[in-house]
């Protein structure tokens, strides 16, 4: 435990951040419905922040080439506390737009760093250790924080304080902390065509993903609420997806390492519309059944990601694994780009059932895209995979904490 002591400030730094994203993402839907911003209006705030989080994804590294990490955290830091103030102090659907691309910008930037950092100070033999108690952070700071918004109320300006405090705090334990500016990460090539002549299924299947998951983050708390939920009710209906996830996620892993990743993802993608198919159709009838039910769809559809990836990575050569992890982040934010304007739209239309309507089409055209490179292309043999990984997509460089420094199919990983 000694070994993992220096980065304990990073951990408590990485929890704070996650768990003001995450509040901002259910009070931006919360608060934006109470002030009458229709579904569209919401899920274009959604989209913004997902085209800042994919241009931070492409940009972010130059910039910690330029001036370190140290500057680079401090800096963006500083400008998305600022660009949360500006949400109480501006409540308008054009100024709110702004604020979320900018955070995401920012968020993406921030996310790379802490996970840069964490690379570098975690040994071989703690990476697995490191890498949990990331995922633990995760889960706890994101779900934990949501019930702020019950306790607090999302009426005023306290919550938004809150929010601005958690990300200014962020920098004390980075900065007290023993923190060398270490070198900056690779700036690894996007070839997306490469990405895609590896594996198709998991190109076009992080973009749907993207879609899907996208949607219902920015729009699962809007859906929430239409269908007559309390604000403690909407936070246990986001958090019971989010935590659905983590506990399904390993056995699913588990099974994909020993069966044809691809017939997994099938049946994962089956489950996932099934349960979308349900939420639209059973639709304010009952808060319990309805937070059942999206229970079982985070536990599948959170999934599907990490299961492209780990297809992805039994397709590709030896050196090639950054390569397809920054590739299939950058086609999970485009999918994320288009998904909340997409499902909102339909929302406007339809009501709240739009969303899982839109969803449940986006799991037909995966299962069909799912059966067809079956029927095309053989499965990966035993012994040439590789072993499943739960990914977060919180940056692109989150996928390097999950390889040894000196594992030969992932040369950057030193940075």
Not at 12 to 21: C, F, T
Not at 25 to 43: D, H, K, N, V, Y
Not at 172 to 197: C, H, I, M, T, W
Not at 309 to 337: P, Q, T, W
């Amino acid at each position: 435990m000694s070994s993992l002591r220096p980065l304990i400030p990073l951990l408590i730094a990485a929890g704070i951040l996650l768990g003001g994203n995450g509040l901002q993402a259910t009070l931006i839907a919360i608060r934006g419905a109470a002030e009458g911003f229709e579904p569209a209006t919401i899920g274009w705030m959604g989209t913004a922040y997902f085209t800042g989080f994919l241009v931070g994804c492409i940009f972010i590294t130059r910039m910690l080439q330029a001036v370190g990490h140290v500057r680079t955290f401090a800096s963006l830091a500083a400008i998305a506390s600022a660009a949360t103030l500006m949400l109480i102090l501006w409540i308008d659907p054009i100024v709110w737009s702004v604020v979320r691309l900018v955070t995401g910008f920012c968020f993406s930037g921030l996310f790379t760093v802490m996970e840069s950092w964490l690379n570098q100070g975690a040994s071989n033999q703690d990476r697995a250790r490191v890498l949990a108690l990331y995922r633990i952070v995760d889960v706890t700071s994101v779900t934990g924080c949501q019930f702020l918004i019950p306790v607090v109320g999302t009426d005023g300006f306290t919550i938004f304080a809150i929010m601005t405090m958690m990300i200014t705090l962020s920098l004390v334990p980075v900065s007290l902390g023993d923190r060398s500016n270490p070198a900056a990460p690779v700036d690894v090539k996007l070839d997306l065509k490469r990405a895609y002549q590896i594996s198709p299924l998991a190109a076009l299947g992080c973009i749907a993903i993207g879609m899907t998951n996208g949607s219902f983050r920015t729009m699962g708390p809007v859906y929430a609420e239409q269908i007559g939920l309390s604000d403690t009710g909407i936070v246990a209906f986001v958090s019971a997806g989010i935590i659905g996830s983590v506990l399904v996620q390993y056995p699913i892993g588990s099974l994909s390492d020993r069966w044809d990743r691809r017939k997994v993802l099938l049946v994962a993608t089956a489950i996932s519309l099934v349960a979308a198919l349900a939420l639209s159709f059973l639709a304010g009838s009952d808060p319990l059944i309805n937070i059942g039910l999206v229970f079982v769809f985070g536990a599948f559809a959170m999934t599907l990601f990490s299961l492209c990836a780990a297809h992805a990575n039994d397709r590709a050569e030896k050196g090639e694994f950054v390569l397809i992890s920054a590739a299939l982040m950058l086609f999970y934010s485009i999918g994320a780009v288009a998904g909340p304007v997409l499902a909102s739209a339909l929302m406007q239309i339809q009501g709240p059932s739009g969303l899982f309507v839109f969803t449940a089409a986006i799991y037909v055209v995966l299962i069909g895209v799912t059966l067809y490179r079956m029927q095309v292309r053989g499965k990966v043999p035993p012994e040439q995979r590789g072993r499943f990984t739960a990914l977060l997509r919180t940056s692109p460089l989150f996928s390097r904490l999950t390889r040894k420094k000196d594992d030969p199919s992932s040369p950057l990983a030193d940075g």
